[in-house]
């Protein structure tokens, strides 16, 4: 485990701290990794190398952190913390699991003392970002909440009994109520949030800004536009016209095979689709920060959507296939349109059709305040690694570490050229260095988590 922490970076779900010196920081980091999706705090290790310093006395940092935490933190929040020993050096690991609490300082209350994290940050929470936790506790989205400025005429029913009908369904007052397209409040019938966006009548009524903005830039920048379209629709259209604003701007190859033309997009319309979808899904609607962006240049194809991922999901868990919806109504709802077929993460499934149709993988950051999932043309081949580092690869298929003795016993290179080589492949991220310092003599390597 503590190798594996250590051949990381910094991120949403871990930090290092060379001491306890300064208290207030790690609860504040502690706050934050249980108000977000959970982490590690290492302690004894230099954030900036990885060097490990180690604890002089780590039964007594131990216990400093354990008192700070539970005089400084409400509610009540008990994270794992165990010592151990790597090279002589005693490290200190808490674990803090995730938990939808609203976690913050006592002395400054849940306004001033609130903490999320963003990225490697820990930052002080909006009241946006406070009301979303509040609402997790209850077990309640956004899309869930009655909007009381609007009525049940603010809603197209004729749309949604259209839509419903091309998938032979039936659609009712009694469904919509099922669905929490409607939801009672007060004694009144009001159309919830979910609702508006699905099958809201008078767009611009409803909604001042765009809720898409699609653009075709010409060559690899932003510099110069040549369309661009805002997408003001019904979501479940606003997804048909981003697919056609993408099918317009992007090329489809043809090669004849045998007596048939066969025609190759130039992106795989899977792939376009998924993408979309969980833009549409998962976009944070109540941040009116910004409408989802879909940019297309020459060599990639960028998704940008409101929102991070949901408060207790990770980007690594998102990948194996962890799925945890932000907009229940709206994910109900596709579904029910057969616009989606599957629950679950579609992240994994796109990078799993990728390997099957061996395509170029998709990236997928989280950017501050957005989440986007950029994609590669079909035609774009995956960069061949260099013929030395094959047998690299392969010896780490079968050996959990490397040296720069066994590498250079491989390569069968100077021991400069070795060292030039390995530094090369942790820069590129094909390698994470484990070591307490630069000029550490154990110094090995091992695959990155993303990589094995």
């Not at 010196?21 to 999706?37: C, D, E, G, R, Y």
């Not at 909440?145 to 197209?156: A, E, R, V, Y």
């Not at 043809?254 to 033309?261: D, T, V, Y």
């Not at 501050?368 to 995956?382: E, G, I, Q, W």
């Amino acid at each position: 485990m503590l190798e594996e922490l250590l051949s990381k970076n910094e991120g949403k779900t871990l930090e290092f701290k060379e001491t306890t010196q300064s208290l207030q920081k790690i609860v504040q980091t502690v706050i934050a990794f249980a108000n977000t999706a959970g982490g590690v705090l290492l302690i004894g290790v230099r954030n900036e190398t990885k060097e490990v310093i180690g604890l002089s006395n780590v039964l007594q940092e131990e216990e400093k952190i354990a008192n700070a935490i539970a005089d400084s933190v409400t509610p009540l929040l008990i994270p794992k913390l165990q010592f151990c020993s790597w090279r002589g050096r005693d490290l200190l690991i808490v674990t803090v699991p995730y938990s939808p609490g609203l976690y913050h300082l006592k002395s400054k209350g849940e306004t001033e003392g609130t903490f999320v994290r963003l990225g490697s940050t820990n930052r002080l929470a909006d009241a946006h970002i406070i009301a979303e936790i509040r609402r997790l506790k209850e077990h309640t989205s956004f899309d869930q909440l009655p909007d009381c400025k609007f009525s049940t005429d603010d809603f197209d029913f004729d749309l949604a009994k259209e839509m419903f009908g091309a998938v032979g369904k039936t659609f009712t007052h009694a469904k919509a109520k099922t669905l929490e397209l409607f939801t009672d409040y007060q004694s009144e019938t009001y159309p919830t949030k979910g609702g508006l966006l699905l099958f809201g009548k008078n767009r611009d009524k409803l909604f001042l800004d765009p809720l898409v903005r699609t653009i075709r830039f010409e060559g690899v920048t932003k510099n110069t536009a040549i369309d661009d379209q805002e997408i003001r629709s019904p979501l479940p259209q606003a997804l048909e016209e981003i697919l056609v604003f993408i099918r317009r701007h992007t090329s489809v190859r043809s090669s004849i095979k045998g007596l048939r033309r066969e025609e190759t997009p130039q992106y795989s319309p899977m792939l376009l689709r998924e993408a979309a979808m969980n833009a549409l899904v998962h976009a944070d609607y109540a941040n009116h920060r910004s409408p989802i962006q879909i940019a297309i240049f020459d060599d990639r194809l960028e998704m940008t959507n409101p929102g991070s991922l949901p408060f207790g999901l990770s980007l690594d868990s998102a990948l194996s296939g962890v799925s945890q919806l932000r907009n229940k109504v709206l994910g109900r709802a596709f579904r029910e349109l057969k616009l989606t077929e599957h629950w679950g993460s579609g992240l994994k499934r796109m990078l799993d059709a990728c390997r099957h149709q061996h395509i170029p993988a998709p990236k997928f950051e989280e950017l501050d305040h957005f989440f986007r999932v950029t994609l590669y043309p079909k035609s774009t081949k995956n960069v061949p690694s260099a013929s030395w580092q094959e047998p690299i690869f392969q010896y780490l298929q079968k050996h959990e570490k490397i040296n720069a003795k066994v590498a250079q016993e491989i390569w069968k290179v100077t021991r400069r050229t070795t060292t030039t080589r390995l530094k090369e492949m942790c820069q590129e991220g094909l390698l994470a260095e484990i070591s307490t310092s630069s000029k550490d003599p154990q110094k090995v390597f091992v695959l990155p988590k993303h990589r094995k």
